[in-house]
């Protein structure tokens, strides 16, 4: 069996120029910006849309799921700011798994994140369509039609609104990276501000009886709970896809990763219970829009409720906006290793951005949000991303034992346990989501690997210049920065 071919993190650095100006990109983005970014890709539809799922899972308890899926993602973060410090390309968790296990893992981790991606940002976007609706009715006292405002599979034709905000996203990415950054600032702040009223308003009329029975399903409903809550949570590694475009990336990458997972936890915890102990759980849950449904409730009026649901709309357009600016980062660094078609790493000169990538993900996203109903994928997203998770923990560990001399700035405390229970986590949350999810995402990973090798394998960059690459040999690389 031939040897994986390695890619050594210095290699890496230089081919993206990540330590001087890279590739094409502009360094842009400081530590406020990526903390926004952060936020702006996580806090969206998980709180918004997602959260009646939990609760109808967990009850009140689903402040341990929250907790519980915030400890598996803290463990992972961990390794991502690690790994985030110390090879600071566009390429992310790809990068990561190159350098750590490989050309072949690294091409099923990008073909993952194809999944990741591809999927929240298309149920963002239906998300984002929801709360549009709840906007216009409290406004006008009207609705969309509903035929233009849900897919085939709800009955409609066309979900026109999700269209339009992948659209809106894409024309803003392809502006340039500093406007994006703009954008996600304005409206990261605007969200936090909303759900911080939020608090104020549930906590205002809060019960202690709402919180009775704690948890009504018990442990295998916290368990379900922490499966639903984890999509809460996407979207926090799309940080280190920045790392081209960052001022400062060794340094500001670990630092933006950290306190976003601190202060998205506390605001998911706060506004769970100010959700639940100001209506009940029974209330909250499978309720579409149910924030503005609280609200409503509390004040006896649909003002507080359409200030909610403006919230809604531009918070989960920020992580839109994020996460299509991470794919679109993502696959740039497959195709510059020749993994994928050499299209989506063309940066225009004048905005430095890929432009031609950008529209081809916005089209391809458009197409299952506009028509497609997500729910039957939902679970394959998440075990797609526990996977890339998985693979980012393992990698840390790998790069320790290959490259203990490699500029670190920032290193995963309690190593190697740390890491370790990233894993075990990931594999805990894979169990919940089923066994028929696991044969569908073996499915996938196949698919995957004949593409692999029907394509990526033979025009990879690395066997042309180096046929095959070994560990040993990349230990061997001289350190390019």
Request: charged content about 10%; hydrophobic content about 50%.
């Amino acid at each position: 069996m031939p040897a994986p071919r390695i890619k050594s993190p210095h290699l890496l650095v230089a081919e993206s120029g990540a330590d001087r100006e890279g590739h094409g990109l502009r360094r842009t983005m400081g530590l406020f910006q990526l903390i926004c970014f952060g936020v702006g890709a996580i806090v969206g539809t998980g709180i918004f849309v997602g959260l009646s799922d939990s609760v109808a899972q967990a009850g009140p308890a689903v402040v341990v799921s929250f907790v519980l899926a915030a400890l598996t993602c803290v463990f992972t973060a961990f390794s991502f700011a690690e790994l985030g410090g110390a090879i600071p390309v566009s390429g992310s968790s790809y990068s990561f798994a190159y350098a750590g296990l490989g050309e072949s893992t690294a091409f099923l981790v990008g073909w993952c994140l194809l999944l990741e991606y591809g999927v929240s940002v298309s149920a963002v976007a239906v998300g984002w369509s929801q709360y549009v609706n709840e906007l216009l009715h409290s406004l006008t006292g009207l609705r969309l039609p509903h035929a233009l405002s849900a897919g085939p599979a709800d009955h409609g034709v066309l979900n026109l609104p999700a269209v339009i905000v992948i659209a809106l996203a894409a024309v803003l990415l392809v502006r340039g990276v500093r406007e994006s950054a703009r954008a996600t600032a304005a409206m990261a702040a605007v969200k936090l501000v909303i759900l911080v009223a939020f608090c104020a308003i549930g906590y205002s009329a809060f019960k202690d009886g709402n919180l009775t029975p704690f948890s009504p399903a018990g442990l295998g409903g916290i368990g379900a709970g922490t499966t639903a809550a984890f999509f809460s949570y996407i979207g926090f590694d799309a940080i280190t896809t920045a790392g081209e475009e960052a001022k400062n990336p060794r340094r500001d990458v670990p630092v933006a990763i950290m306190v976003c997972m601190g202060l998205v936890t506390l605001l998911y915890c706060a506004v769970a219970v100010a959700a639940i102990g100001a209506v009940g759980g029974d209330r909250v849950a499978d309720r579409p829009a149910a924030l503005s449904y609280v609200v409503n409730e509390v004040t006896g009026s649909g003002v507080g409720g359409g200030v909610i649901a403006f919230g809604a709309v531009v918070a989960i357009a920020s992580v839109v906006l994020a996460v299509m600016y991470g794919q679109t980062r993502i696959l740039m660094s497959m195709s510059r290793d020749g993994l994928i078609p050499r299209v989506f790493e063309k940066v225009s000169p004048k905005t430095a951005t890929p432009v031609a990538g950008t529209l081809i993900v916005a089209g391809v996203f458009a197409l299952p949000a506009a028509f497609a109903s997500l729910d039957a994928v939902m679970n394959l997203c998440t075990i797609g991303t526990l996977a890339i998770m998985a693979v980012v923990n393992i990698a840390v560990i790998a790069l320790r034992r290959r490259e203990p001399g490699l500029s670190r700035s920032f290193r995963v405390p309690l190593y190697p346990v740390a890491p370790l229970l990233g894993v075990a986590f990931c594999l805990y949350l894979g169990y919940e989501t089923g066994w028929r999810t696991w044969l569908q995402f073996a499915g996938f990973l196949v698919a995957g690997l004949l593409v692999y090798l029907a394509y990526g394998r033979r025009h990879s960059t690395l066997a042309r210049t180096a046929p095959e690459v070994t560990p040993d040999a990349a230990e061997r690389e001289p350190q390019a920065v």
